[in-house]
């Protein structure tokens, strides 16, 4: 299964009142790993960058103006994510962007989801985590994904944050109240690898020891055994 961790910087906060996207990135996500490939793309929002969003990203219009316009990478976009899953967090907001920018490059591109299907990460944390605060940042400490040079919002960076949060929320028990080696190992666990992993196929001696050791405790009256449960 192939995801696109998707994530957006704006000039504000509504796509209907004119602002528009001026960052886009994206992290690949195949068969549950991380792989290499990546897209990011600084756009020029042709309209000033609202000085609230300014301060949430660091990004000036002064920043943007030798960049391309959205209109001029539509197409590169949408090769990307094709047939993807897009993950995001809080998937309304960049949906709203995304089909926005796409209506005013043109009606042949239609809506994003025309191109691939999209999974809402804040959903998900509402329903695993009701009641508690569920942004990105309060995600990363309760999967222990390393944010710390996560100083501004940047869309490039935030997907990377959010890819990790994903596999952790999606592929086991958060670490609680651990130490900081242990911390450190989940973080590697769930880091990308390139190592295929090594199946321990046992002998059948090793098969026949296993079963006469199974017999001994079963003689010892050691029986009440998760193993043994279903005999």
Known sequence: MRQVVLDTETTGLEPAQGHRIIEIGCVEILHRR??????QQYLNPEREVDAGAADVHGITLAD??????FRDVAGELID??????LVIHNAAFDI???NAELALAGAEWGRIEDHCTVFDTLQLAREMHPGQRNNLDALCRRYSVDNAHRERHGALL????????????????ATLELGADVRQRARVARSPSTHVLRVVVPSAEEVAAHERMLGRLKLAEVAAT??????
């Open 34 to 39: 991380i792989t290499e490939r990546r897209y």
């Open 226 to 231: 998760l193993w043994s449960a279903g005999e």
């Open 96 to 98: 709203g962007f995304l």
């Open 64 to 69: 943007l103006t030798e960049k391309p316009a």
């Open 158 to 173: 935030d997907a990377e944050l959010l890819a990790e949060v994903y596999l952790a929320m999606t592929g086991g028990q």
């Open 80 to 85: 990307f994510v094709r047939g993807a899953e």
